[in-house]
């Protein structure tokens, strides 16, 4: 058996550090860039909150950690000048515009410059349904507004700092189409992350029309992430939009809400199967995730802790291991320590650090971005196991085990496929940093596996 470890430097803040092995080999986790597109992670970051000083430049700054991490997309939440009922990024006074509190258009023009050389993509958060009640359009152009039967300005779900937009208005379709055009133009973004697709008020042809010609201009390839879960019978008039990836919505709620910290293995395999068969029958790719800003603060507030207990670091093995493109959300690489009021910006506690979440995502980020049977939509395999709390499958030569049990196991299958394999992560090391351990496998070699704990293997 040869092993090979990583040593841990110490880490100033949250700065992710590669780390040689001391025998003269290399375990390489920082810095990998993914074999294909269908093999990038996407990082959600509220410039406001990701650094102290709540500003582009300073955001600009952690760019290069970012890239180390192994982040390929960066979806930055709204930019614009905000309304001052609740203060929400998503009630915007002025797409044209950002806030000036983050810096000037010119500083965003230079964060997506220095993301380009890093060769990371940024998409802005774009929000077409609504925009602040103290936009200057309920005064100048009422005709871009939805009105109940009173001739009044509607609140759509009831929220009180924003007024809903009128798509039957040519006018307004025009400014909304050129914000868009704007930003592309003016900053070079790549793509946008689209709020509440769902709307019943914006019409399909919209985002057919202004997805098609963003698509078409100047060559650039713009991506378009749709907040909905299209597989959703109620969003299947979406999946002609043109959207590339939606929300694998049903998939987080059902594991934050129903599964949490079960110990049964059958029943998350049921949900996968579900999520699996649903996932076929739509055009676009998926973005699998366990947490982002409405997860983590609204619905009173919680972390990864909250929502998935122990099993938190498995289901993380999971999110990168099973189907689709996984989500970062700011602070998650370290543990997501804290919730995060996006209304006030209230900072990340980058200071609190998980150092057991914070290599297992680092290791996790290399094994997507390198293994192409992790691609977006590879086929997946479940592998039958000996133990009712072990999850288990595999796609391609990456074999993946997760204990949901609270108890150590040894796990032996006859599905495993015999041979030599690199073992990527081991639950029971991960705490001290990143390591490889070249392993036989065949049916008779049992696997041990702690409670709540998990392994992944690549076959050599």
């Known amino acids: 058996m040869k092993k090979k470890i990583i040593s841990i ?20 986790v920082d810095g990998t860039k993914p074999v294909s597109m269908e093999n990038r992670v996407i990082y959600q970051l509220n410039v406001g909150a990701f650094t102290p000083e709540g500003t582009f430049k300073a955001a600009q700054e952690q760019l290069a950690r970012l890239d180390t991490l192994g982040i390929d997309i960066l979806w930055l939440m709204p930019i614009y000048p905000r309304g001052t009922t609740m203060h929400s990024p998503y009630a915007s ?70 007024y809903e937009l009128n798509y039957q208005d040519k006018g307004l379709v025009s400014k909304m189409s050129g ?3 704007f930003w592309v133009d003016s900053c070079d973004v790549d793509g946008f992350r689209c709020d509440y697709v769902s709307s019943p008020t914006i019409p399909v042809s919209y985002w057919q029309n202004i997805i098609a010609e963003l698509k078409s201009k100047n060559g650039k390839a713009i991506e378009f992430l749709s907040e909905t879960d299209i597989t959703n019978p109620e969003n299947n008039r979406i999946d002609s939009c043109g959207f590339d990836y939606d929300y694998a919505w049903d998939l987080q709620g059902v594991l934050a809400w129903k599964f949490k910290d079960s110990s049964d293995a059958d029943s998350l395999k049921n949900i996968l199967d579900t999520f699996l068969a649903a ?34 670091y498995a289901l993380t093995v999971l999110e990168f291991t099973f189907y689709g493109m996984p989500l970062l959300y700011q602070g998650q690489e370290i543990g997501d320590p804290d919730t995060l009021n ?23 980020c290399a094994l997507h971005h390198t293994q192409p049977s992790l691609a977006a939509d590879a086929p ?32 032996s299958s006859k599905g495993i496929d015999a041979g030599t394999y690199t073992q990527w992560l081991n639950s029971q090391t991960i705490t001290e940093g990143p390591s490889t351990t070249d392993v036989t496998l065949d049916a008779n070699a049992p696997i041990s596996l702690e409670g709540k704990g998990f392994a992944v293997f690549v076959k050599q």
Request: proline residues 5%; aromatic residues 10%; contains cysteine.
């Open 93 to 162: 006074m002025n797409f044209y515009d950002v806030n000036p509190a983050y810096g000037t258009v010119g500083d965003l023009k230079s964060f997506v410059a220095a993301a380009h050389e890093h060769g990371m993509k940024v998409w802005l958060d774009w929000v077409p349904n609504h925009v602040a009640v103290e936009n200057p359009w309920v005064k100048e152009h009422p005709e871009y507004f939805t009105k109940d039967a009173k001739g009044q300005m509607i609140h759509p779900h009831g929220w009180g700092d924003v």
């Open 380 to 411: 997946v395999e479940f592998v039958s196991v000996s133990e009712p709390t072990v999850l288990a499958y595999r796609r391609g030569p990456v074999l993946v085990l997760l204990n949901l049990g609270t108890n150590p196991c040894s796990v």
């Open 342 to 364: 996006y209304f006030t910006d209230a900072k990340v506690k980058w200071q609190l650090v998980d150092r057991k979440m914070q290599h297992l995502v680092r290791t996790l």
């Open 9 to 28: 430097l110490p880490l100033i803040a949250v700065l992710l550090m590669a780390a040689c092995n001391p025998e003269g080999g290399a375990f390489k």
């Open 279 to 312: 996932s076929r029958q739509v055009k676009n790719r998926r973005m699998v995730y366990l947490t982002n800003h409405d997860q983590n603060y609204n619905d009173g507030g919680h972390t990864l802790k909250d929502f998935y207990g122990d099993n938190r």
């Open 179 to 181: 914000a868009m055009k």
